[in-house]
């Protein structure tokens, strides 16, 4: 089970967000009872949680974090600054889908691997 947090402010596809992610769980062999949660969160959110985990002074796009799947079922969190993927497709002249798509799957790689 995929759980999205979102702030109002950001225009989510929540299906879409979700449908990415249980498919790519499911690619890398994790049970759908075991749940992910996916946090949308804006550059000061971002900055703050990078600075206490990461000793990093910038909003990065992506941080994720592993938890003990037997003891949690929980696989993890996947924190995504929205206006640092908005940044990231203008750069690359990609949709804001693509890169959400392209950051789901590169945090939730580095949570099972």
Do not use: T, W
């Not at 790519?24 to 949660?37: I, R, T």
């Not at 000793?55 to 929205?82: T, W």
């Amino acid at each position: 089970m995929v759980n999205i947090v979102c702030p109002g402010r950001y225009k989510i596809d929540r299906h879409f967000i979700g449908l990415i992610a249980s498919e790519f769980l499911q690619k890398l062999g994790v049970s759908s009872s075991q749940q992910l949660n996916i946090i949308f969160v804006g550059r000061n959110k971002m900055k703050s949680i990078a600075f206490k985990y990461k000793k990093e002074k910038l909003a990065i796009p992506i941080l994720s974090f592993p938890y003990d799947r037997e003891k949690d079922n929980l696989v993890g969190e996947v924190f995504i600054c929205y206006p640092q993927a908005v940044l990231l497709a203008a750069e690359r002249n990609k949709r804001v889908d693509q890169i959400l798509k392209s950051l789901i799957e590169h945090g939730i790689e580095n949570i099972i691997k």
